[in-house]
C-alpha cells in the first residue's frame, strides 16, 4: 500500500502529557502509562496533526514552513518514517483509505 493511501491520526490532546526538556520533549501517554522521550520533530508532528487524519505528504507540507526537511522525497521519506515509529508507540493509529 502507497504512503498516499494511509492516513494517519494522533490521539486526543487531552490523552498525553507533553512535558520539553531541553533538546528532547517527555511525553506521558495516559492510556498506556508510558513516557517516551522524543525529539524534534515529533511533538511539532503531532500538533499539525491535531486531530486530522493526514497522509505523509499533507504532514510534511505543514511541517515544511518550520522545519528545512530537505527536498520533498526527503521530507516526505522522514515524515513517513518517523509516523510509522509513532504508529508503533501507539502515539497515532494507521488508517488505510479501502
Same mark, same amino acid.
Given at each position: 500500500?502507497?504512503?498516499?493511501?494511509?492516513?494517519?491520526?494522533?490521539?486526543?490532546?487531552?490523552?498525553?502529557?507533553?512535558?520539553?526538556?531541553?533538546?528532547?520533549?517527555?511525553?506521558?501517554?495516559?492510556?498506556?502509562?508510558?513516557?517516551?522521550?522524543?525529539?524534534?520533530?515529533?511533538?511539532?508532528?503531532?500538533?499539525?496533526? *491535531?486531530?486530522?487524519?493526514?497522509? =505523509?505528504?499533507?504532514? %510534511? +507540507? /505543514? @511541517?515544511?514552513?518550520?522545519?528545512? !526537511? *530537505?527536498?520533498?522525497?526527503?521530507? =516526505?521519506?522522514?515524515? %513517513? +518514517? /518517523? @509516523?510509522?515509529?509513532?504508529?508503533? !508507540? *501507539?502515539?497515532?493509529?494507521?488508517?488505510?483509505?479501502?
Amino acid at each position: 500500500m502507497a504512503a498516499s493511501e494511509t492516513h494517519y491520526q494522533a490521539e486526543p490532546a487531552d490523552a498525553r502529557i507533553v512535558e520539553p526538556l531541553d533538546m528532547m520533549t517527555l511525553i506521558y501517554q495516559r492510556r498506556s502509562g508510558i513516557t517516551h522521550m522524543v525529539g524534534e520533530p515529533v511533538p511539532q508532528m503531532l500538533e499539525e496533526m *491535531g486531530r486530522d487524519a493526514v497522509d =505523509v505528504s499533507t504532514l %510534511a +507540507e /505543514r @511541517l515544511a514552513a518550520s522545519f528545512d !526537511l *530537505g527536498g520533498q522525497d526527503d521530507a =516526505v521519506a522522514l515524515i %513517513a +518514517e /518517523r @509516523l510509522e515509529e509513532l504508529a508503533g !508507540l *501507539g502515539l497515532v493509529e494507521r488508517i488505510s483509505d479501502a
